[in-house]
């Protein structure tokens, strides 16, 4: 069983209102990192056989990719993209086009220029996680092993700490399935070096954020406690990389691609 079923169901039921109705309509998807979003509205489409323009908001949408024949649109990363960039040209002509608008987010906060309906997607249960991993497996309750079964109980527990779903098919992908892989995955047994490395990786996603933001992030990843983040800010601070505003933190994202290559290359190799 898909565990996003009921939210498949309202989606497919807004894109057949618009192909039906022929009007500008859109949907506004929103929830943390790792529910399962851009999964389930592609899961969608594939469904009923379609084939949406995807844009990822991180970089500027282009006004001359829509044509007159576009039907749907799917605006990834809408709540980046709306900080970033003017985009009420690609809103306007969406609009003119009739076509439909499916945007996926994960700020709660986040509010577009046009009239939408809105859906929260709530993180995966542990039971969810389950689920979604017997449908990658192409298993179901009643032709897995009881031995796998309490292997993928144990990684869906790790894996709904972090509420990220998009782990499992990384974790999924080995040949070996059992609890005590698993178990070692999550054993953090992680030097001083490889802490801050994590934590250099972690910038790449913001362009401004907080001191707690950033420790609350290491944390889930890291699954420890581990206090000296702001430390490790104030000595970036020096490379130009961020700036510290009280606890605030703006990432210099023009120095930080500058250097980007180098400074993931050699905060990979620490990992």
Partial sequence: MNPREAEMTTICDFISSVRLNKIFNAL????????????????AFQQLKLKPLYFNCVQQPELAILKQNTQFVIMDEIDIGLRKFDLKPFFSRLQQLKCGLIMICNELQTTPPVPCDNMYMQQFSQTQLKSLCLLKLNLTEATITTELSESLDYLCYQVSKNSDARLLDQYLSSKDLSIKYFASLFTTNLSINEYQAKLILLLDKYQQTTVEQLKKDLENELDNDFPQVLD?????????????????????????????????????EAI
């Fill in 28 to 43: 506004l998807i929103s929830g943390f990192p790792g529910c399962g979003k851009t999964y389930t509205v592609n899961l």
């Fill in 232 to 268: 490790w800010l104030k000595k970036l601070e020096t490379t130009k990389i961020l700036t510290l505003k009280g606890k605030l933190v703006e990432i210099n994202q023009q120095t930080f691609k500058k250097h980007k290559k180098f400074i993931t290359d050699l905060a990979e």
